[in-house]
């Protein structure tokens, strides 16, 4: 069984900053690519930034310049980390990861149960 534990959501006022965490857990063989999603109310879950094993990574367009996306393999942990926030920002955020589960084989993806973030004065 694999599991995602995001952490690092709560209430921001415009131009600060988050960092959120996602820590994976249980049968890995292989963490492959990971990233963060969102969905905000009355809209549908869109990407933010993935990031490869190698640490390639990619953003959406409208958070280049203001979110970084890594991660540290050695603790199986995703980050994001968010500056100059704007209320259009606000969203629930969601990490999803790409995992070989021992003893399988075959990968498959897995993700978190959601971290709240509110961008609000």
């Known amino acids: 069984q694999v599991q995602l534990v995001e952490s690092g959501g709560g209430l921001v006022q415009p131009g600060g900053s988050l960092r959120l965490s996602c820590a994976a857990s249980?049968?890995?063989?292989?963490?492959?690519?990971m990233g963060w999603y969102r969905q905000a109310p009355g809209k549908q879950r869109e990407l933010v930034a993935t990031i490869t094993t190698g640490g390639s990574t990619n953003y959406a367009d409208s958070v280049k310049g203001r979110f970084t996306i890594s991660r540290d393999n050695a603790k199986n942990t995703l980050y994001l980390q968010m500056n100059t926030l704007k209320p259009e920002d606000t969203a629930v955020y969601y990490c999803?990861?790409?995992?070989?589960?021992?003893?399988?084989?075959?990968?498959?993806?897995?993700w978190g149960q959601g971290t709240q973030v509110t961008v609000s004065s």
């Open positions: 249980g049968s890995i063989s292989r963490l492959n690519a």
């Open positions: 999803n990861a790409n995992v070989q589960v021992n003893p399988f084989p075959f990968k498959r993806d897995y």
